[in-house]
């Protein structure tokens, strides 16, 4: 049940930093935050302080922070209120949320550049038949420590380079095989397989596989800063990438998308690899986070975003039954969503979930 309070944990983490840029941005521009609440449902703690009730309640799929006058309903034209700021400044409070879950993103990564992540070596682990490795006479337990003069230290390394390699090309190896060193000449073959995105790539292939060996590597402070921020840039692409390969039907929807089950499974894993992998976890859920928020979708941060630009072409609110419809629309399409999602979740992940709270 380690992993069940690990996964609350995240999920606590990722919702308090998302609500606390909202939070920010509010009292710095003055307007009232009348509640700040963890979860939905029944409170289970709640305490006051100035004009702000803090309170934790017993569903934790969520938060929210409530502004005063944040609808037409509650609007009373005070100026500490949510509705009496100009468009810029509320898209400010709307925006943070999802800034500083990326934000977090990045100190995550920026820390793992910086603490140290196992990666694995450039051992030769298994050879695949039909491919240059196995018949050039490479053996298992070989290690690879350049090709073609490029030095290589980890398997990462390799992948860069051999999946560049374009149809069928030969390369010069420099191995160790004990203390010995020795160059080798193999060719590489081309292979088609599906990308992450559901796009049909051509890599170069050896035909060789890891071995379990496995070293830490850390990288000094500024290092791992630019590291970081490219590990964020990179993520961002892939993630655009993946959610308009979903909205052309190129990526399965089905074994594209995890909602909670989901996460509790994955976490259930990943608790046992360590403090490094829990982070790297948080990272990717918290940048994820930030980028599904920003969805022109009514109810998320994007949808509201979309409805500030219309109400500053038109110069004025959207009328009380507008917001209501809206509104309506919004909670129908983020249940419907939550719904299928748990589906997809039981039909994926199902049986392992019940083993996993069977233990």
Request: glycine share 10%; aromatic share 12%; with cysteine.
């Amino acid at each position: 049940m380690i992993a069940f309070f690990i996964f609350l944990l995240i999920l606590g983490v990722l919702i308090v930093v998302h609500e606390l840029g909202h939070f920010i941005i509010a009292k710095k521009l003055g307007v009232r935050v009348e509640k700040f609440s963890l979860g939905f449902g029944p409170q289970i703690f709640k305490r006051k302080r100035r004009d702000t009730e803090y309170s934790i309640s017993v569903v934790p799929l969520g938060g929210y922070v409530e502004l005063a006058g944040d609808t037409l309903e509650e609007y009373t034209g005070k100026k500490d209120e949510y509705l009496a700021q100009s468009p810029g400044r509320r898209f400010q409070i709307i925006f943070f949320g999802p800034l500083l879950n990326y934000l977090l993103a990045f100190l995550c990564f920026w820390f793992i550049f910086f603490a140290g992540y196992p990666t694995l070596t450039s051992q030769v682990g298994g050879l695949v038949d039909g491919f240059g490795a196995k018949d050039s006479g490479i053996e298992v337990g070989d290690r690879i420590i350049a090709i073609n003069g490029r030095q290589i230290r980890y398997w990462e390394d390799i992948q860069k380079v051999i999946h560049a390699k374009g149809a069928t090309s030969p390369v010069k190896l420099t191995i160790l095989r004990g203390s010995d060193k020795k160059d080798i000449s193999t060719e590489v073959k081309e292979k088609q397989y599906d990308d992450i995105i559901g796009k049909k790539q051509k890599v170069g292939i050896l035909g060789i596989t890891p071995s379990d060996e496995i070293v830490k590597v850390r990288h000094g402070f500024i290092d791992s800063f630019f590291l970081g921020i490219r590990k964020t840039q990179d993520l961002t692409v892939v993630t655009y990438k993946a959610l308009w390969g979903m909205i052309t039907g190129r990526l399965s929807l089905r074994e594209s998308v995890t909602g909670p089950l989901g996460m509790l499974y994955i976490t259930s894993k990943v608790a046992r690899l360590g403090v490094i992998a829990v982070l790297h976890l948080i990272a990717i859920l918290s940048l994820n986070l930030a980028i599904f928020n920003l969805l022109p979708l009514p109810v998320l941060d994007g949808g509201h975003i979309f409805l500030l630009g219309i109400e500053k072409i038109r110069g004025r609110y959207f009328t009380l039954k507008t917001e209501r419809a809206i509104t309506n629309v919004g909670f129908a399409i983020i249940i419907s969503l939550a719904v299928l999602v748990t589906l997809n979740d039981l039909f994926r992940f199902g049986d392992k979930i019940l083993r996993f709270f069977s233990k």
